[in-house]
């Protein structure tokens, strides 16, 4: 009786302490569990996304002043929304790369655009077709598809907008075209251009409208506040007869790196340095070999070189 006792109480300990351990975890895991994407209103399953403009930062948190994790992203950049605030008289959106809860940083929402389609368009070899025309609104598109014939007033909305293009025409206030695909030649199949898909209309049965984004490389400008950022490489020839050259380049790196940083600048400048020899196996001895930049708070670096023997 005594030893059944025993055996009882032992599993009963062993049942108590198990519970413990899938309490902690599930504890543990909780938190990581609840850390999803934003869901699309009146969807279950369906994560917020939305794609980046051209000039979009990224920001360690919803402030102007914060930190820039990384500027001028990428256009069309795909991201999952984690959260929406308002700071500093601006909308910002918490986002990731991946619904996994890898946080990227935050966007303006002024930048952004959200994507639910999750659908990309690609243009067809041009083969028997005329370059796709892009309309300001679809009121403007559905009048041409409506028209007696649509297929001529394309014809001659191309050539008044190529006509514009090339300065020999002022364009009209009320002209329906934003864009027209390349007219020289196909878009090339190694150099392909993906357009997301914002919306999709069936106004007339059997064809769709489509609401995409586009950008057009040739007239798209740098962004007011975008913040610029450069970078200084020193090449080096570091034959041991060089050494004095190298000693004087070394005190010149210093003075510039300490005038960026007592102007507030080493965030904005980085230094680098390449050096170059003759053969080692040729000519075995002492070379010069490049240590470890010094770095500061900020990204600018100063690069020292010393000689020893041996290889770097």
Known sequence: MLIGKLFRMKAFFAAMIA?????????????????????????????????????ANLYASASRSAQILEARITPFTVFYVYERTSADDTDWLKVGLSSSCEISGWVKEDKISEWRQ???????????????????????LDRVAGSASPSEEAIQFASQFESIQAGNSPSPEDFPVLAMEPSEEAVSRKRFYLMPIFQTVELFEGVKFLELASIDPGNWQLPEESELRTSIVFVLDTTISMK?????????????????????LADK????????????????????????????????????????????
Request: proline share 8%; aromatic share 8%; charged share 20%.
């Open 118 to 140: 999750a659908l990309t368009l690609i243009f067809t070899e041009r083969q028997g077709r005329q370059p796709v025309l892009f309309f300001k609104s679809l009121e403007a």
């Open 269 to 312: 400048v980085a230094f680098g340095l390449v050096a170059f020899r003759s053969s080692t196996e040729k000519t075995p001895g002492p070379r010069i070999c490049q240590q470890s930049p010094v770095r500061s708070e900020g990204r600018a670096a100063a690069h020292r070189v010393r000689e020893r023997p041996g290889s770097c």
């Open 19 to 55: 519970l413990t351990c899938l309490m902690l975890v599930w504890g543990k895991d909780a938190p990581a569990q609840q850390c999803k994407p934003l869901l699309v209103p009146g969807k279950r399953s369906l994560f917020q996304q939305v794609i980046t403009h051209p000039g």
């Open 244 to 264: 004095p050259y190298i000693d004087r380049t070394r005190q010149a790196v210093r003075k510039i790196y300490d005038a960026i940083q007592a102007a507030g």
